[in-house]
T-cell receptor, first 113, second 114 residues
Framework: KAGVTQTPRYLIKTRGQQVTLSCSPI?????VSWYQQTPGQGLQFLFE???????NKGNFPGRFSGRQFSNSRSEMNVSTLELGDSALYLCASRTGTGASPSSFGPGTRLTVT | QQQVKQSPQSLIVQKGGISIINCAYENTAFDYFPWYQQFPGKGPALLIA?????SEKKEGRFTISFNKSAKQFSLHIMDSQPGDSATYFC?????????????FGKGTKLSVKP
């Protein structure tokens, strides 16, 4: 079974721009969650989607948004990029109920200059 | 406010030794405690998880010990191997893990020397 895939793997953007990251969950998984990983703050929860609905949201500004499609694929968008948004963005999937994410994708490394 | 505190930040263990990583939490509403293993260039992978109704859970060489009254839990890696060298994260969540919002510790970088 293929794992969680994320595209692109690396991205360089300029401050003020916006960016869209994509996540394809494991086949059959209906829940997708997103995390930001930085050396200083560690892993922080961004949001979770289940059946195209946002089920949970972390403590991030409104510049961070996401969506999920009917095939469970998910995208997250960051608008008006700031230098502090440079991070590894990780996506995880699970069946949807009562189960912690078993694995995460390899992440998208975003660098904001 | 850091809700899950993890220590040590780094750990060096000889091959065959026992690696011990500790975590403490503050929110008594947490009721699901997973551990993740992350290799360089990879995303975290679920290693083992425990709920507070048991004090210990073992899977192969990996054991979680849980102390509800002290609000602490730890990961023990028995017979540590060089292949175990990775960063380990403890985490906690509410509602039995049914929600995706895990609160992570800051991680422990484990190096197992041959």
């Amino acid at each position: 079974k293929a794992g969680v895939t994320q595209t692109p793997r690396y991205l360089i953007k300029t401050r003020g721009q916006q960016v869209t990251l994509s996540c394809s969950p494991i086949s059959g998984h209906r829940s997708v969650s997103w995390y930001q990983q930085t050396p200083g703050q560690g892993l922080q929860f961004l949001f979770e989607y289940f059946s195209e609905t946002q089920r949970n949201k972390g403590n991030f500004p409104g510049r961070f948004s996401g969506r999920q499609f009917s095939n469970s694929r998910s995208e997250m968008n960051v608008s008006t990029l700031e230098l502090g948004d440079s991070a590894l963005y990780l996506c995880a999937s699970r069946t949807g109920t009562g189960a912690s994410p078993s694995s995460f994708g390899p992440g998208t490394r975003l660098t904001v200059t | 406010q850091q809700q899950v505190k993890q220590s040590p930040q780094s750990l060096i263990v000889q091959k065959g030794g026992i690696s011990i990583i500790n975590c403490a939490y503050e929110n008594t509403a947490f009721d699901y405690f997973p551990w993740y293993q992350q290799f360089p260039g990879k995303g975290p992978a679920l290693l083992i998880a425990i709920r507070p109704d048991v004090s210990e859970k073992k899977e192969g060489r990996f054991t979680i010990s849980f102390n509800k009254s002290a609000k602490q839990f730890s990961l023990h890696i028995m017979d540590s191997q060089p292949g175990d060298s990775a960063t380990y994260f403890c985490a906690a969540s509410r509602h039995g893990g049914s929600q995706g919002n895990l609160i992570f510790g800051k991680g422990t970088k484990l190096s197992v020397k041959p």
